[in-house]
């Protein structure tokens, strides 16, 4: 079984919203950290925001803060990244991520930080 399997992501002007959703299948009594990620051409794969699953704080990229939610369900199956007023700059592969942790507080990190990983979806923003 796949622990992560993201789904939404697509085509959409500048200023415009898009919301990604990841399916999560993870060992439950741990804790972990809950991230997306994104992978532009030629370019570092980068974290823009990160969740802690059992405490529900949120960290952001200084990149999307304002612009960008991370969210999950009640019932912590699901992560969400609700992404407004996009710009061009936002078109990349978006991947969800995780990590266990045993702390309350999670920080975004690098991708070589992460166990686990969604196989990606496209965000094009056209200008």
């Known amino acids: 079984q796949v622990p992560l399997v993201e789904s939404g992501g697509g085509s959409v002007q500048t200023g415009g919203s898009l919301r990604l959703s990841c399916a999560a299948s993870l060992y439950t009594p741990m804790n972990y950290c809950l991230a997306w990620f994104r992978q532009a051409p030629g370019k570092v794969r980068e974290g823009v925001a990160v969740i802690n699953r059992d405490s529900d704080v949120e960290n952001y990229a200084d990149s999307v803060r304002g612009r960008f939610t991370i969210s999950q369900d009640s019932a912590k199956n699901v992560l969400s990244l609700q992404m407004n007023r996009l710009k061009p700059e936002d078109t990349a592969v978006y991947y969800c991520?995780?990590?266990?942790?045993?702390?309350?507080?999670?920080?975004?990190?690098?991708?070589?930080?992460?166990?686990?990983w969604g196989q990606g979806t496209q965000v094009t923003v056209s200008p």
């Open positions: 991520a995780a990590r266990p942790t045993n702390l309350n507080f999670c920080d975004v990190r690098q991708a070589v930080d992460y166990n686990f």
